[in-house]
């Protein structure tokens, strides 16, 4: 799979950011693939990016984890 580099570009601390907004966002009862195209609008990062940050939330327990 290519990865587009946007976790290694993005300071951690947006990561977190994204990554709540995008937990937020399926917390509300969005489905999962809409959950990240509305979040990589709002964060101007590609879904792919999305997916990237969301794989890191999950395996370092981010909050609202």
Sequence with gaps: ???DGTAE???EGRR???FLALVETQDRGVPVEQS???VA???DVT???VRQIEREG???????L
Excluded: D, S, V, Y
């Design 16 to 18: 977190k950011e994204i």
């Design 9 to 11: 570009r993005t300071p």
């Design 47 to 49: 879904e792919e990016g």
């Design 36 to 38: 990240r195209r509305e």
């Design 41 to 43: 609008a709002t964060f």
């Design 1 to 3: 799979m290519k990865r």
């Design 58 to 64: 999950l395996n370092k327990l981010w909050p609202p």
